[in-house]
């Protein structure tokens, strides 16, 4: 599990487009979506209870490796399709 920590605006439109967000994510239930375990308020924001990604981001894969083979961009594309689909479904 990961915490993720975001900090919140005193802007009321963001609040709750944050708010939203977050009923989304702890519904959805697909393998090619980010699990979500709970959220709760802090003074600077929310924390969030993600699952763990052991490899990390793809921003912090690509600052590591530097390029990514064609073909795996390709496998990426796709489960990110299945993913957004999901989420339009």
Do not use: W
């Not at 487009?17 to 375990?37: F, G």
């Not at 990604?53 to 496998?75: D, H, Q, W, Y």
């Amino acid at each position: 599990m990961a915490l993720k920590e975001v900090r919140l605006q005193n802007d009321a439109t963001a609040r709750e487009a944050i708010i939203s967000e977050l009923t989304l994510l702890q519904r959805c239930d697909h393998p090619n979506i980010l699990k979500m375990y709970g959220a709760f308020l802090t003074e600077q924001g929310v924390s969030i209870a993600l699952e763990y990604m052991n490899a990390g981001s793809l921003a912090s894969i690509i600052t590591k490796i530097s390029k990514i083979p064609e073909k795996t961009i390709g496998v990426i594309t796709v489960q990110l399709l299945r993913g957004l689909e999901y989420l339009h479904k």
